[in-house]
């Protein structure tokens, strides 16, 4: 069945540290692949997209992720976390291409002083 | 990208009764999408909110339980129907643009009482 996976429910980096937040999915083909943030009581912000172009991808607030077909994963990073990055993060999944996500359960990141 | 608007943006039901949520997008696009957010969960599909025709259920929602209307490519209501405490959620309504990207309302959190 095709599937989400974020590995960590739960990261927590110090301010001006790198950021990784994980995420693989289960499919025989390749999908649009999407990383969202939530933040509390507010709705959710697209971060970036891959959609079969460029493998690494940048998206806003410095956030990029990485495509790697052999791994079926997609990890969101950044170089250096800012206190303002803590939120929920979410990785998505559109297998069939006709806007139908399926989501990871979720990555909540802390970020410490 | 696109604007989306859903009223109202939170509510405290009783249970056994109904609630109609609204979103309300600033430009006409021809995917819509339900979702629903547990406390603490990720998200989940609904519905493709179909216009002008039904709308097509995920497995484990039905139509009893979530009514949608689509009556233009600006507008949908999702209804919970006969609600219970099991129904408290954030429900999110989303479209989906050209390049493949997919916008999310603010979301309405619901609570039953």
């Known amino acids: 069945a095709q599937s989400v996976t974020q590995l960590d429910s739960h990261v927590s980096v110090s301010e001006g540290t790198p950021v990784l937040l994980r995420c693989n999915y289960s499919s025989s083909y390749s999908p649009s692949l999407f990383w969202y943030v939530q933040h509390p009581n507010k709705g959710l912000q697209l971060l970036l997209k891959y959609t079969s172009a460029a493998t690494l991808v940048k998206g806003i607030n410095g956030f990029e992720a990485e495509f790697k077909k052999s791994e079926t994963s997609f990890h969101l990073t950044k170089p250096s976390a800012h206190m303002s990055d803590a939120a929920e993060y979410f990785c998505a999944a559109d297998f069939n291409q006709g806007g139908k996500l399926i989501f990871g359960q979720g990555t909540e990141l802390s970020v410490k002083p | 990208s696109a604007v989306i608007s859903q009223k109202p943006s939170r509510d405290i039901c009783q249970r056994g009764t109904s609630l109609t949520i609204q979103c309300q997008v600033d430009s006409q696009v021809t995917m819509m999408f339900w979702y629903r957010q547990q406390p603490g969960q990720s998200l989940t599909l609904i519905a493709t909110?179909?216009?002008?025709?039904?709308?097509?259920?995920e497995s484990g929602f039905v139509i009893d339980k979530f009514p949608i209307s689509r009556p233009n490519l600006t507008f949908s209501t999702l209804t919970v129907s006969n609600m219970s405490p099991e129904d408290s959620s954030i429900y999110l309504c989303?479209?989906?643009?050209?390049?493949?990207?997919?916008?999310f309302g603010p979301g309405t959190r619901l609570t039953v009482l």
């Open positions: 909110a179909n216009q002008g025709s039904e709308a097509t259920y």
């Open positions: 989303s479209v989906y643009l050209a390049a493949d990207t997919q916008y």
